[in-house]
């Protein structure tokens, strides 16, 4: 019955919910790891909120923004970093505690474990 409940409560599906950071990822910080976007509309707000928006695919290691459906998610090397939907998401996603750890520890810990090839 344990395992059973285990499981259970493993695949619960629920809704992801960014979390504000209490210090948010500075300018600078942001700035050191270029956001591909493909959507040119977008790439003012993206800028003013901080980050360093570039027309390109992402390289090894940075940020790629996706919009879908109104959800504005954020991945890096193929890796969920953060996702937001609704008014605001460029400063959202620039001020979520998800973003800074990002952007503190270079990276996501997934990363970490990819071949450098």
């Known amino acids: 019955m344990r395992l ?3 499981l259970l409560a493993g695949c619960a599906i629920g ?4 979390v504000p950071a209490e210090k948010p990822a ?3 910080e942001l700035a050191a790891w270029p956001l591909s976007v493909r959507d040119p509309a977008l790439a003012a707000d993206f800028e003013r909120a901080g980050f360093k928006v570039v027309d390109r695919p992402p390289y090894k290691g940075e940020l790629e923004l996706r919009v879908q459906g109104g959800v504005y998610t954020l991945r890096s090397d193929g890796f969920f970093v953060d996702e937001v939907s609704g008014a ?6 620039a001020h979520s505690r998800r973003v800074a750890e990002f952007v503190r520890n270079s990276g ?4 970490r474990m990819l071949p450098e090839h």
């Open 4 to 6: 059973l409940l285990l």
């Open 15 to 18: 809704q992801w919910e960014s």
């Open 26 to 28: 500075t300018v600078a």
């Open 88 to 93: 605001d998401a460029a400063v959202r996603l």
């Open 108 to 111: 996501l810990p997934q990363q």
